[in-house]
Antibody, heavy 118, light 112 residues
Framework: EVQLVESGGGLVQPGASLKLSCVAS????????MSWVRQTPGKTMEWIGD????????NYAPSLKNRFTISRDNAKSTLYLQMSNVRSEDTATYYC???????????WGQGVMVTVSS | DVVLTQTPPTLSATIGQSVSISCRSS???????????LHWLLQRPGQSPQLLIY???RLESGVPNRFSGSGSGTDFTLKISGVEAEDLGVYYC?????????FGGGTKLELK
């Protein structure tokens, strides 16, 4: 059974940094592109970015690429999202997703909440 | 960025009723390779989104065949032929033809 389990969320002050993790199981992690998607409190969905199966290439939403960094550790089957200089508009639930070629986001984690507030 | 407009934003239905959700794109989603990367997700209350339909009309494994997808170019439709209680939630269309990936605003399906 495919499982994606995010962690690392919480309350963070504006301007701070935060690193989210996503541990994958039930499939060969190193065979898949992985993505981060966030959902705002108003339920708007936004793609953050993704990373190639071997970690050699990343794509980001243009509005986020200067502050967010995606990485992975295939030996640990873990995906990461490093968030820096966070803003109130980064308040959202962050989802780790598996991306399958031609199919899109076929598995989602349970999500982790990030609240940016002073 | 490609804008996906879903209508209606809210849909009230009775059990057994057939309903349709529209997703219109600001530009054609036909990729140069001949594929159309338009997919549908369902987010049940309190749950994560799940993939229902990919490449316009292909049902994800385990998805009941009362769900169907159709369309081409800029106009797409998700149809549920006989709503069941477990179908309630928010439906999103999502496109991957043009970078970056973008999502529709969602359609909430509720019981009448």
């Amino acid at each position: 059974e495919v499982q994606l389990v995010e962690s690392g969320g919480g309350l963070v002050q504006p301007g701070a940094s935060l690193k989210l993790s996503c541990v994958a199981s039930g499939f060969t992690f190193s065979d898949y592109w992985m993505s981060w998607v966030r959902q705002t409190p108003g339920k708007t969905m936004e793609w953050i970015g993704d990373i190639k199966y071997d970690g050699s290439y990343t794509n980001y939403a243009p509005s986020l690429k200067n502050r967010f960094t995606i990485s992975r550790d295939n030996a640990k089957s873990t995906l990461y999202l490093q968030m820096s200089n966070v803003r109130s508009e980064d308040t959202a639930t962050y989802y780790c997703t598996r991306r399958t070629r031609g199919i899109g986001f076929d598995y989602w984690g349970q999500g982790v909440m990030v609240t940016v507030s002073s | 960025d490609v804008v996906l407009t879903q209508t209606p934003p809210t849909l009230s239905a009775t059990i057994g009723q057939s309903v349709s959700i529209s997703c219109r794109s600001s530009q054609s989603l036909l990729h140069s390779n001949g594929n159309t990367y338009l997919h549908w997700l369902l987010q049940r209350p309190g749950q994560s989104p799940q993939l229902l339909i990919y490449l316009v009309s292909r049902l994800e494994s385990g998805v009941p065949n009362r769900f169907s997808g159709s369309g081409s170019g800029t106009d797409f439709t998700l149809k549920i032929s006989g709503v069941e209680a477990e179908d309630l939630g928010v439906y999103y269309c999502v496109q991957g033809t043009h970078a970056p990936w973008t999502f529709g605003g969602g359609t909430k399906l509720e019981l009448k």
